[in-house]
């Protein structure tokens, strides 16, 4: 298991305090989300706000558990350096798949497999995937809330990195 990996099993966001009830009463939402957790079995829940508090105790964390270095403030202020694992960067094209009702949609030169199909293996792939680690539950809108453009979403992830930097992605 790598560093970052163990890591992730450890108390969460520091001196931030996991907020574990759902900001929401939209019944279909609250559904998924148990089914979500049901699937993955984390250890802990966490709705995020997308508060500068949040995002800071989150960068706070990342960088005690050795994630990340905070770089010099003067030179670089609110920096820090991330290091990817070479592994772990680029989509693997023999496993990258379109999921559409009819095969002729994916194009010849992509892979293929029914959306039903696709589910069953990813949920057998996916079961118990979050034991010892927390779930972020991101609520976002890609564009402006409210906007005929924009669009509403909720990501769940395990990753502390991956929630902090979908504040740069969206609205959280």
């Known amino acids: ?6 890591a992730n099993t450890v108390a969460p966001l520091c001196d931030y305090p996991l907020r574990s009830a ?10 998924w989300v148990e ?6 079995q984390p250890d802990r829940v966490h709705w995020v706000d997308g508060s500068e508090e949040e995002a800071a105790a989150m960068m706070d964390m990342m960088v005690k558990r050795g994630d990340c270095i905070k770089l010099n403030e003067e030179l670089r202020p609110n ?3 991330f290091r990817s694992d070479p592994r772990d960067v680029a989509r693997v094209e ?5 999921c559409s009702v009819a095969e002729d949609d994916a194009g010849p030169t992509n892979n293929w497999m029914a959306p039903e199909q696709m589910k069953l293996k990813m949920n057998g792939l ?3 995937a979050m034991r010892g680690r927390t779930m972020y539950i991101i609520p976002f809108s890609m564009g402006p809330i409210g906007s005929p ?7 769940i992830t395990d990753s502390a990195y991956a929630t902090v930097n979908m504040r740069i992605m969206a609205r959280v």
């Open 94 to 98: 023999s496993r990258t798949f379109i």
């Open 1 to 6: 298991m790598s560093k970052a990996k163990e």
């Open 126 to 128: 996916s079961e118990g």
């Open 35 to 40: 089914r979500m957790e049901a699937l993955l």
């Open 149 to 155: 453009i924009g669009k509403i979403g909720i990501q």
């Open 22 to 31: 759902a900001p929401t009463k939209n019944k279909d939402i609250l559904r």
């Open 79 to 81: 920096s820090h350096l």
